[in-house]
């Protein structure tokens, strides 16, 4: 049996098991408020720290990872639907990266003070949100199986070989930064 294939997917699944949570409750607690109810700005500190996670780990981390990962995979035959999906899925890293770090810059000009159209960041910070848990879901249901099904030994052991193994810094390494937003997301378990 293959041992390297269920360590190298399961860390990428335990890494969305992570992320998953962290933005589903921001999610459903930033589209729960009302503007008129509760301040925005009130978001504004975990929005930021999470910005800067996302930054830090999933898009310099997990994305990479899975960037090899599927790189692999469009060597091995897929069908033109499954190759699009994977085409997808690494086109997608590319933007989520770049909305990670445009999303974090406008939170940093709206913490010290500049002008930002708020209602129009809120819904694009939302919309950013669904975006990431919609392309875990991707590779969940479709992309991480057709890898299972489809990569040998040799690409297990190839793609293992080249991870960093590098801690979350917010879950695992609980660097003090992130301490805030831990709290509110396992608080809310
Ligand atoms: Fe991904
Ligand atoms: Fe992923």
Known sequence: MNVLMPVFLERLRSDHARFSKVLTVLKE???AVQRDQEPWA???EHLAALFEYIGEYPDMEHHPMEDRLFD???DHGLTPAERGLVERNLAEHAELTAATRRLSEEI???LSGTEVHEATLREDV???LSMQLAHMRREEEHLFPLAEKML???DWQALESKSRHL???MFHQRQARYQNLYQFVTAAD
Request: include cysteine.
């Open 42 to 44: 009130g978001w504004l």
């Open 126 to 128: 939302l919309a950013y």
């Open 108 to 110: 940093q000009d709206l």
């Open 29 to 31: 607690q930033i589209g």
């Open 72 to 74: 692999c995979l469009v």
């Open 167 to 169: 801690e979350d810094p």
């Open 152 to 154: 040998t030994s040799a």
